[in-house]
């Protein structure tokens, strides 16, 4: 499976509202309701922010949503902390395996 | 509270074997598929392999297919990844993950803190 395509770097200023893309095919992001979004700090494991394209577990922030169009999935975080400031990946079903995004660094201005 | 700890990580020559483990507590262990993930120094996340709750289907990342053996024991609730014939870029962190059903290649919920394999002579 080919990895899901995320922008390399996004920033943002504390406070405002940004979106990182995570664009894959009708096999994968498109084809099922399965994408899930993982923060993750220098040194420390993935943190599952999103999961099933929407889905909050609980203890995560309401700042951070996701949604779906076509074979695009986004995750948008509003009200920018500096605490923010990580690498985020999505991930998706496919019938044979999951796959993950590249990886997009948020930066915290 | 799920917990999910790795051991086995270490200095390995290329060419080399390695076990890790995975001890999980506080989830039914024998319910729920589970995934060996991996991040080397700088890179993205990638998954390794994954077995389902019986441990009756598996995947394995082409890169490593053929090398590698992921196995669980339900009864010891620990999950394993058996590695040979190891190369430099098998290099990385690994991470033990729950998914979050039994079977299906659906992305995980639960990871564990990782442990470090190195590969070089």
């Known amino acids: 499976q080919s990895a899901l395509t995320q922008p390399a770097s996004v920033s943002g200023s504390p406070g405002q509202s940004i979106t990182i893309s995570c664009t894959g095919t009708?096999?994968?992001?498109?084809?099922?309701?399965?994408v899930s979004w993982y923060q993750q700090h220098p040194g420390k494991a993935p943190k599952l922010m999103i999961y099933?394209?929407?889905d909050r577990p609980s203890g995560v922030s309401n700042r951070f949503s996701g949604s779906k169009s076509g074979n695009t999935a986004s995750l948008t975080i509003s009200g920018l902390q500096a605490e923010d400031e990580a690498d985020y990946y999505c991930s998706s079903y496919t019938s044979s395996s999951p796959v993950f995004g590249g990886g997009t660094k948020l930066t915290v201005l | 509270e799920v917990q999910l700890v790795e051991s086995g990580g270490g200095l390995v020559q290329p060419g080399g074997s390695l076990r890790l483990s995975c001890a999980a507590s506080g989830f039914t262990f024998s319910i729920y598929a589970m995934y060996w993930v991996r991040q080397a120094p700088g890179k993205g996340l990638e998954y390794v392999s994954g077995i389902t709750s019986n441990g009756g289907s598996t995947y394995y990342a082409s890169s490593v297919k053929g090398r590698f053996t992921i196995s669980r024991d339900n009864s010891k609730n620990t999950l394993y990844l058996q590695m040979g014939s190891l190369r430099a870029e098998d290099m990385a962190v690994y991470y033990c993950?729950?998914?979050?059903?039994?079977?299906?290649?659906?992305?995980?919920?639960?990871w564990g803190q990782g442990t470090l394999v190195t590969v070089s002579s």
């Open positions: 099933d394209v929407t």
């Open positions: 009708s096999s994968d992001v498109g084809g099922y309701n399965y």
């Open positions: 993950a729950r998914g979050p059903y039994s079977s299906g290649w659906h992305a995980p919920r639960n």
